[in-house]
């Protein structure tokens, strides 16, 4: 059984008579205490179907399909009472950037405080004293001091722990984390990625990572997504992704990243060529055939859908390869 399971959801902006596509028909699923990656470079959809988790769409963003079944329940269909709860209780969000989730005008303490009796019935004596394990438990020195500074006097990577302490509160079933890692340092990024890893197990939590860092993914992740053009053009197991990539798209990004294959004179890094494509009206066509080597008239005609290679792994391409140079003869 899943604990989230998204079905063909769709993502619009602009007007319903000529719509701007964000996201087109995403269906992805995770079990208790699994973790999955989502992975793709920036414009790809990834965010926004996080977001969308929780209903955080905001105007003129609009879900315009699909369901976010959340242990059977429809979050789509929810009031905002059980919309409440649900993010009080159920799911926890880490997002990108942490300063600006957090209010710079008011204390730490003060805002986690708010924000754990917003939730929960607690007088303020006890939903202080939680506050300052809850920093303590995330790794923080001197919680009781960091409880009283304000957000401009915290580094980065504190304030990261501190949005996964707000976000890990109420030990959620579910956790979203949108690249908590992007804007830190190396080391400071091992660490983050260490604590998520000690709070999964000790709460035995399901989490989402969203991530364009295929080497985060290899080590958090137990299956893995990937995303272009808000549409979902493979996913599997990690080690089948790895090991056996079937998409142009998902092999390219395995090429340009350093470290995750052997570097010599006829393997060298090549980057990826072009840019993902904007936001548009929805194409009939292979969302990846501009910018494919191995794309035929075909890909440039027809929507295609996911395919399955083998246990729990799908790919959006047609043609079945085991290297770069198995696309022609495949064709053929």
């Known amino acids: 059984m899943s604990l989230l399971s998204i079905g063909d959801l769709s993502i619009e902006f602009g007007s319903p008579a000529d719509p701007l596509v964000a996201v087109h028909a995403v269906s992805l699923s995770i079990k208790p205490s699994e973790v999955l990656g989502l992975v793709g470079e920036s414009g790809s959809g990834k965010s ?33 009472r059980e919309l409440r709860q649900f993010r009080a209780n159920d799911v926890g969000m880490v997002f990108q950037d942490p300063f600006s989730s957090l209010n710079p005008v008011f204390r730490i303490g003060s805002q986690l405080v708010d924000a754990l009796r917003m939730s929960h019935d607690y007088d303020r004596g006890t939903a202080q004293r939680t506050v300052v394990d809850m920093l303590d438990r995330v790794g923080i020195p001197r919680p009781e001091h960091i409880f009283r500074a304000y957000p401009h006097e915290l580094s980065g990577g504190m ?30 990024q091992k660490q983050i990625l260490l604590l998520l890893s000690e709070m999964r197990r000790e709460y035995g939590m399901a ?10 993914i290899a080590q958090m992740c137990d299956r893995v997504a990937i995303m272009y053009g ?63 080597a191995h794309a035929r008239d075909d890909c440039r005609r027809t929507p295609l859908p996911l395919r399955r290679i083998s246990e729990g792994h799908f790919t959006a391409c047609p043609f079945e390869v085991t290297s770069d140079a198995n696309y022609d003869e495949a064709q053929r």
């Open 230 to 292: 808000g549409q979902i053009v493979e996913s599997g197991p990690v080690e089948s992704i790895y090991d056996s990539p079937q998409h142009p798209y998902t092999r390219a990004l395995l090429r340009s990243v350093p470290g995750l294959e052997p570097v010599d004179r006829a393997n060298r890094r090549q980057p990826l060529d072009g840019q993902p494509p904007e936001i548009g009206p929805l194409k009939q066509a292979c969302v990846f055939a501009e910018r494919c």
């Open 48 to 80: 926004l179907t996080s977001r969308a988790i929780m209903r955080l769409i905001k105007r003129p963003g609009r879900i315009t399909a699909g369901e976010v079944l959340f242990d059977g329940r429809d979050v789509l269909q929810m009031s905002q």
């Open 207 to 216: 989490m989402l990572l969203v991530s364009h860092d295929f080497g985060v």
């Open 159 to 188: 304030r990261q722990r501190v949005m996964i302490a707000m976000a890990t509160a109420a030990r959620p079933r579910l956790l979203l984390a949108d690249e908590p890692t992007t804007a830190l340092d190396v080391l400071t």
